[in-house]
């Protein structure tokens, strides 16, 4: 949304303390009743149905919720997913100050109610008018998913004669067992295993990894930071080794040259002879099903 051009100034109201005047029915789509014009001094959220799981949304997560936001000082709607029939799906980073600051921290499955002042939602009003310059906000949010900022889980202990795996500075590192030769088939290892949706031959997966190069351990690739694909569209040894295995999950993964880059890369920097084993680290961070 962007900034009215001719912003009408709100009504004054007395901003309130808290959350208490706001009153959300226990439905699956939820209404909000609350008495008008009505204002919050400062961002804040409170929550109303805390959910079951461990996971909380992070500070960058990408989250996958339900919600609908009322302006308070009419009372009136002025979104809702619940309306358009399907969940929204955006990252933290993303959203408006307020909204953010309500969601960050919270437990996947809760739902919430969160205030939002003026200057943490839109200060400038939006164009359609909808809100205006003044108007503090409300949402209800159901949180449905979130991503992992990380590995998430209980560990896993490796099987004998893999690459050992250590962190550095928050990024994990590899040691090449002296001697090993390079596996035929494709070796795949958790080493912690997440408690979140499962990866699918089908499914959209965030990631973070490194690479190494199995024949001297060196670094090939520094992707650790978030990023996102179709699993169809990667090596066959990522889609083989990551179906099955749970979002919060990380896994090691020894690829074999046939199911990596049999022809090399030698255009990339640095540079991948023919016929070479790589050895991955990967954080699943988020997964996503196949859009129908």
Same mark, same amino acid.
């Given at each position: 949304m962007s900034p009215a051009a001719t912003p009408t100034p709100t009504a004054s109201v007395s901003p309130a303390a808290d959350l208490s005047a706001v009153k959300v029915s226990d439905e699956d789509t939820p209404v909000v009743t609350v008495e008008t014009p009505w204002a919050?001094?400062?961002?804040?959220?409170?929550? +109303? @149905?805390?959910?079951?799981?461990?996971?909380?949304?992070?500070?960058?997560?990408?989250? !996958?919720?339900?919600?609908?936001?009322?302006?308070?000082?009419?009372?009136?709607?002025?979104? !809702?997913?619940?309306?358009?029939?399907?969940?929204?799906?955006?990252? +933290?980073?993303?959203?408006?100050?307020?909204? @953010? +600051?309500?969601?960050?921290?919270?437990?996947?499955? !809760?739902?919430?109610?969160?205030?939002?002042?003026?200057?943490?939602?839109?200060?400038?009003?939006?164009?359609?008018?909808?809100?205006?310059?003044?108007?503090?906000?409300?949402?209800?949010?159901?949180i449905l998913s979130a991503s992992f900022d990380e590995a998430t889980g209980e560990p896993v202990a490796p099987a004998a004669g893999l690459p050992a795996v250590t962190l550095k500075d928050g990024k994990p590192e590899i040691a090449i067992p002296a001697g090993a030769k390079a596996p035929t088939e494709l070796q795949i290892q958790p080493l912690i295993k997440g408690t979140g949706a499962p990866v699918a031959a089908d499914s959209t997966v965030s990631v973070k990894y490194r690479s190494w190069n199995f024949a001297d351990g060196a670094l090939l690739e520094d992707a650790w930071q978030a990023q996102a694909g179709p699993l169809p569209k990667l090596i066959q040894g990522w889609q083989k080794g990551l179906v099955g295995q749970p979002a919060g999950s990380r896994v090691l993964l020894v690829v074999p040259p046939a199911q990596a880059y049999p022809d090399g890369r030698p255009s990339a920097t640095p540079s991948l002879a023919p016929d070479q084993t790589l050895v991955y680290v990967i954080d699943i961070l988020d997964v996503q099903a196949a859009a129908s």
């Open positions: 919050i001094a400062k961002t804040q959220s409170k929550v +109303l @149905k805390p959910g079951t799981s461990a996971q909380k949304v992070g500070e960058t997560a990408t989250v !996958s919720i339900n919600y609908v936001g009322v302006n308070g000082r009419t009372g009136e709607i002025f979104d !809702s997913s619940y309306e358009r029939g399907a969940p929204a799906s955006f990252p +933290l980073d993303g959203l408006r100050p307020g909204f @953010k +600051l309500g969601l960050q921290g919270q437990q996947v499955g !809760s739902r919430v109610v969160i205030g939002v002042t003026p200057e943490d939602g839109y200060p400038q009003g939006t164009q359609d008018g909808r809100i205006a310059p003044g108007d503090s906000l409300i949402f209800v949010v159901d």
